[in-house]
Nanobody
Framework: VQLVESGGGLVQPGGSLRLSCAAS????????MYWVRQAPGKGLEWVST????????YYTDSVKGRFTISRDNAKNTLYLQMNNLKPEDTALYYC???????????????????WGQGTQVTVSS
């Protein structure tokens, strides 16, 4: 099983980034997918969830209206479009998958069936 995140980087406040997560060797379309993040010195924070078909999405309050999660099951890829980025969005972002359909995810990586190595997002002027 492999989840590989990409698209992170350094961006100024107010800027945008699009994260991608390429999945392989598991039934991607059958899994709820999540983005979670860990800021320096802090615990893991659930960010967003998308159900198997992509028709239902969920967000933590701090990113609502700024982030959009999506998926392309034909390409086995998960996305997170991040707009109007703020310094408090600085974190290591992980994509994760779970067969259990929990809209709110978990703040523990081990709850998820699979997760990647993460991609760093730094928002700073």
């Amino acid at each position: 099983v492999q989840l590989v995140e990409s698209g992170g980087g350094l961006v100024q406040p107010g800027g945008s980034l699009r994260l991608s997560c390429a999945a392989s060797r598991f039934a991607f379309s059958s899994y709820w997918m999540y983005w979670v993040r860990q800021a320096p010195g802090k615990g893991l924070e659930w960010v967003s969830t998308i159900n198997t078909g992509g028709g239902s999405t969920y967000y933590t309050d701090s990113v609502k209206g700024r982030f959009t999660i999506s998926r392309d099951n034909a390409k086995n890829t998960l996305y997170l479009q991040m707009n109007n980025l703020k310094p408090e969005d600085t974190a290591l972002y992980y994509c994760a998958g779970a067969s259990r359909g929990n809209p709110w995810g978990s703040s523990t990586l081990e709850w998820y069936a699979y997760w990647g190595q993460g991609t760093q997002v730094t928002v700073s002027s």
